[in-house]
């Protein structure tokens, strides 16, 4: 059972398109994390949201973590190439607990 | 400023076979995690460790070990490598284990057990 459920898993966009994934869960999370990982590499972090209802914006990117602390999405207006790579999402369930992961999304900017 | 530092980048190992994968941080980071990233699997715990001389199971332990000797290192051993093994492995390290501050990984060991 995947704790932590990411859609689209794959996305592939125009340049200058607007774009949303989601991350959702049955399971009520004390923090979610955004990160981005590109081939070869691992993982970066984007953002943390521990607040239910919270918005982090972090240039083109708008975070969102739900009220009932839920759930997520990333919102990426204009996107461009440079945002190519797999989009992953992770939440801490309770204090004692090391992060779980989503499968992720996998995004496609094509010039 | 290194970060998280793994070794080897990669590595094919035949049935049966031993190795370990070393991860080195600089960032006197008290918690230290190992993962696997398998095609459509998303990331899985494997072990992880709250501070020096201490280690956890995660969610898919069996088939490997770890040791958290010193503070900065930890290991991940396979004793007899399988081809179920064949993956990418990711160590991490956070400040916190419920850190806000995120984990930093490393850029992975892509292991092939054949």
């Known amino acids: 059972t995947q704790l932590l459920e990411q859609s689209p898993q794959f996305l592939s966009i125009q340049e200058g398109e607007n774009l949303t994934v989601y991350c959702n869960s049955s399971?009520?999370?004390?923090?979610l994390q955004w990160y981005r990982q590109e081939p070869g590499e691992g993982p970066v972090l984007l953002v943390t949201?521990?607040?239910?209802?919270e918005v982090k914006k972090l240039k083109r990117l708008t975070f969102q973590f739900g009220d009932a602390r839920k759930d997520s999405s990333l919102h990426i207006t204009a996107a461009q190439p440079g945002d190519t790579g797999l989009y992953l999402c992770?939440?801490?369930?309770?204090?004692?607990?090391?992060?779980?992961f989503g499968k992720g999304t996998r995004l496609s900017v094509i010039a | 400023n290194a970060g998280v530092t793994q070794t080897p980048k990669f590595r094919v190992l035949k049935t049966g076979q031993s190795m370990t994968l070393l991860c080195a941080q600089d960032?006197?980071?008290?918690?230290m995690y190992w993962y696997r990233q398998d095609p459509g699997m998303g990331l899985r715990l494997i072990h992880y460790?709250?501070?020096?001389?201490?280690?956890a199971k995660g969610e898919v332990p069996d088939g490997y070990n770890v040791s958290r000797l010193k503070k900065q290192n930890f290991l991940l051993g396979l004793e007899s490598a399988a081809p179920s093994q064949t993956s990418v492995y990711f160590c991490?390290?956070?400040?916190?284990?419920?850190?806000?501050?995120?984990?930093?990984f490393g850029s992975g060991t892509r292991l092939t057990v054949v």
């Open positions: 991490a390290s956070s400040r916190r284990k419920e850190s806000n501050y995120g984990y930093t």
């Open positions: 992770a939440g801490v369930r309770s204090g004692n607990t090391p992060l779980v």
């Open positions: 460790s709250v501070g020096e001389g201490t280690t």
């Open positions: 960032m006197n980071h008290e918690y």
């Open positions: 399971s009520v999370f004390s923090s």
């Open positions: 949201v521990v607040t239910g209802g």
